[in-house]
């Protein structure tokens, strides 16, 4: 089988391996009754596993089209980078983790959150403000929430003072 998607496939791999990595690294914590310090890396090693298995499987019938007759103009369609956006989402995360420990988590988050929102609309889509703001809102109080009150961790709350 020749395989012309190589870019798809090496990304695969290199999510699986540093997931797998992870996952290794992850089972020498220590471990307790219930949640504990290693539930939520577990969960991040997992999830970066499947994405990788994903990648691999999309990678393999990518390549399976492609050697069917596919048009690659629709295979890679995905692949302009949008530099613009890119540069906006680094601004807005170094300014979420320049403000965070000043303005706390639940208001940087939901400025945070509103912003990448409307970045990340496409062009010609209209930005519905009351949806993403409200989306950004009950995201940001419920993580919060689930912190401080599930995980008895606490977050920067900053000028909240919660």
Do not use: W
């Not at 400025?111 to 703001?133: A, E, S």
């Amino acid at each position: 089988m020749v395989i012309r998607n190589k870019k798809e496939l090496l990304i695969g791999v290199a999510m699986l391996g540093v997931g797998l990595g992870y996952l290794f690294m992850t089972s020498k914590l220590p471990r307790h009754a219930g949640i504990d310090v290693a539930f939520v890396p577990y969960l991040l090693s997992a999830m970066l596993c499947l994405l990788g298995a994903i990648q691999l499987v999309s990678g393999f019938t990518a390549a399976k089209a492609t050697e069917q007759g596919a048009d690659d103009e629709t295979l890679t369609s995905a692949e302009g980078i949008d530099v613009k956006t890119v540069i906006k989402t680094m601004a807005l995360i170094i300014g979420y983790i320049a403000l965070l420990k000043t303005l706390g988590f639940p208001i940087m988050t939901v400025i945070y959150l509103y912003l990448q929102f409307c970045v990340l609309t496409p062009l010609g889509q209209k930005i519905n403000h009351l949806v993403y703001g409200l989306i950004a809102l009950i995201s940001s109080a419920t993580i919060y929430l689930l912190f401080r009150e599930a995980f008895d961790l606490m977050l920067p709350s900053g000028l909240l003072g919660l």
